[in-house]
T-cell receptor, first 112, second 113 residues
């Protein structure tokens, strides 16, 4: 079945460090891929998305490229800020359904 | 425009009771989904509704049910509450989830004692 495997956390970085959170997926067909972010006490916010292979999603300095050959959608940011501290979820949905499959989440803490 | 609104934000219920959670989607969004989030199981899909029809259902017992009204507002109901039902319940709406993804509400935190 469809699934997402996400890098285990927690991750602690210093401000201005480079961030990578790994995400790989298993899916039949051609899924759409997403990164969501969750701040304490809140729901999930869509960070970026890619709906087909080789698409690059980007938002607020974050980027991720849909790699069909490696079934990956790794999240990157060149210089993290304290305000980026949150939990990040990788997710997919296949064309044939409306169910999202989420990874387990990666907690990021950025220290000044 | 207004986001996805979930009410109430917090609930405390006793084991054996039932509970109804409400969700108002973004105007124009006809697809509404519900997810349960717990520290142990992460985010688990409950069900998805589109134009008052349940299109998809997750692997939850029959105690969990939902419905969608003609104005796209949705409710989920949990009967005979168990301690393990304590969780954050998230509602999400979309025009087309495959293309745009879902917009999530802030959730209802249910505590069963």
């Amino acid at each position: 079945g469809d699934s997402v495997t996400q890098m285990e956390g927690p991750v602690t970085l210093s401000e201005e460090a480079f961030l990578t959170i790994n995400c790989t997926y298993t899916a039949t067909g051609y899924p759409s891929l997403f990164w969501y972010v969750q701040y304490p006490g809140e729901g999930l916010q869509l960070l970026l998305k890619a709906t087909k292979a080789d698409d690059k999603g980007s938002n607020k300095g974050f980027e991720a490229t849909y790699r069909k050959e490696t079934t990956s959608f790794h999240l990157e940011k060149g210089s993290v800020q304290v305000s980026d501290s949150a939990v990040y979820f990788c997710a997919l949905t296949a064309n044939t359904g409306n169910q999202f499959y989420f990874g387990t989440g990666t907690s990021l803490t950025v220290i000044p | 425009k207004a986001g996805v609104t979930q009410t109430p934000r917090y609930l405390i219920k006793t084991r054996g009771q039932q509970v109804t959670l409400s969700c108002s989607p973004i105007s124009g969004h006809r697809s509404v989904s519900w997810y349960q989030q717990t520290p142990g199981q992460g985010l688990q899909f409950l069900f998805e509704y589109f134009s008052e029809t349940q299109r998809n259902k997750g692997n939850f017992p029959g105690r969990f049910s939902g419905r969608q009204f003609s104005n796209s507002r949705s409710e989920m109901n949990v009967s005979t509450l168990e301690l393990g039902d304590s969780a954050l319940y998230l509602c999400a709406s979309s025009l087309d989830s495959t293309t745009y993804g879902y917009t999530f509400g802030s959730g209802t935190r249910l505590t069963v004692v």
